[in-house]
């Protein structure tokens, strides 16, 4: 058990190594799904190109779905937009920062399956064989023009009967073929190029507001899992009290021991009030959400530490007075000393 919370407190303190293993695995699983997917091409003048599109695009927009979804920080950019204003402005460069990682990451799958339909061939020789020029080929002559469709139709399938001895249909699979490869190590070429100048003339720009706007991305991200903890310590602690003062009202005699004697050994009553914060009722708890929600607090801490070393300096003096008083009493106080004879 202290090992499996390990792990996943580990994996909530990295979410974004988190987040890179996920993607990964979610681009393998694109190509394990596609070399297992069962391709049969209709071969049909009407729906060839509706389906060979229709494989190649819709799984992408499924898999860039689920990217979305398995991403925590889709949630947090969301709300940080819509949240009212409050005593903390917004800054559109985070929220921006924010969804260009989570596109970059949900991306990584569909390209995936995008490039390894195109660089296998199957899903473009389905979707363009009736686009072919038949002049180019022969084997169309002395043919109607709809028995030429007809046929083109049917070459993504080496099994019909109408093309089984044609001659041509190699000629145009791999015509198809060497376009759909083509266009896939294009794309791939153009993405390596792409991903290489944002590499590196990203120093060339300004880096101080790039660290900047990394930072409070960050901090956004861990202000919420804070929240959310120090809300589920209070629901803890509120709910324990609420059942000890139920039972007390039974008249039952149960003990806090019995309950949760390991937390009343390690943390103690102190430890249980600093958790209720002095909230406890629900109408403080509701307050206190809502106006987390629509006024959260601002992004300043001096006042907060000016008052910690007024009070610290304060105690201190007072420490130093009383000592002071001790040791070195006023001309006007009175001491008495007893002496053995």
């Given at each position: 058990?202290?090992?499996?919370?390990?792990?996943?407190?580990?994996?909530?303190?990295?979410?974004?190594?988190?987040?890179?293993?996920?993607?990964?695995?979610?681009?393998?699983?694109?190509?394990?799904?596609?070399?297992?997917?069962?391709?049969?091409?209709?071969?049909?003048?009407?729906?060839?190109?509706?389906?060979?599109?229709?494989?190649?695009?819709?799984?992408?927009?499924?898999?860039?779905?689920?990217?979305?979804?398995?991403?925590?920080?889709?949630?947090?950019?969301?709300?940080?937009?819509?949240?009212?204003?409050?005593?903390?402005?917004?800054?559109?460069?985070?929220i921006r920062y924010i969804c260009s990682s989570i596109l970059q990451r949900a991306m990584i799958a569909p390209i995936v399956w995008i490039l390894v339909s195109l660089l296998d061939g199957k899903c473009f020789v389905c979707a363009f064989s009736n686009s072919v020029d038949p002049d180019k080929f022969s084997g169309f002559a002395n043919i109607t023009p709809a028995h030429v469709q007809l046929l083109l139709s049917k070459?993504?399938?080496?099994?019909?009967?109408?093309?089984?001895?044609?001659?041509?249909?190699?000629?145009?699979?791999?015509?198809?073929?060497?376009?759909?490869?083509?266009?896939?190590?294009?794309?791939?070429?153009?993405?390596?190029?792409?991903?290489?100048?944002?590499?590196?003339?990203?120093?060339?720009?300004?880096?101080?507001?790039?660290?900047?706007?990394?930072?409070?991305?960050?901090?956004?991200?861990?202000?919420?899992?804070?929240?959310?903890?120090?809300?589920?310590?209070?629901?803890r602690d509120f709910a324990h009290k609420c059942i000890i003062h139920f039972f007390e009202s039974m008249q039952k005699e149960i003990k806090l021991r019995r309950f949760n004697a390991h937390r009343e050994e390690e943390e103690g009553k102190e430890g249980e009030k600093d958790h209720l914060r002095g909230i406890t009722n629900e109408e403080q708890m509701n307050k206190l959400l809502q106006s987390w929600y629509y006024s959260k607090p601002r992004l300043d801490l001096s006042r907060a530490t000016q008052r910690q070393c007024l009070s610290t300096e304060r105690t201190s003096m007072h420490l130093v007075d009383t000592m002071t008083n001790r040791w070195h009493p006023q001309p006007g106080s009175t001491t008495t000393r007893q002496t053995d004879v």
């Open positions: 058990m202290d090992r499996f919370r390990m792990i996943l407190q580990y994996f909530q303190s990295n979410s974004e190594s988190v987040m890179n293993g996920i993607c990964g695995l979610l681009a393998l699983a694109s190509v394990k799904i596609y070399t297992s997917f069962d391709f049969s091409c209709p071969c049909l003048p009407q729906y060839n190109m509706a389906y060979g599109l229709g494989i190649m695009f819709i799984p992408p927009v499924v898999l860039l779905l689920c990217g979305l979804i398995v991403n925590r920080q889709c949630v947090v950019a969301i709300e940080e937009w819509k949240r009212p204003t409050g005593n903390r402005k917004k800054n559109m460069a985070i070459f993504p399938c080496k099994e019909d009967e109408l093309i089984r001895n044609n001659t041509s249909r190699k000629a145009v699979s791999r015509y198809l073929r060497c376009w759909s490869q083509a266009l896939g190590w294009s794309i791939l070429l153009t993405l390596i190029v792409i991903a290489f100048l944002a590499r590196s003339l990203r120093p060339c720009f300004n880096q101080a507001a790039f660290l900047q706007t990394r930072y409070w991305s960050n901090y956004i991200d861990i202000e919420q899992k804070i929240f959310d903890e120090t809300c589920c310590e209070h629901a």
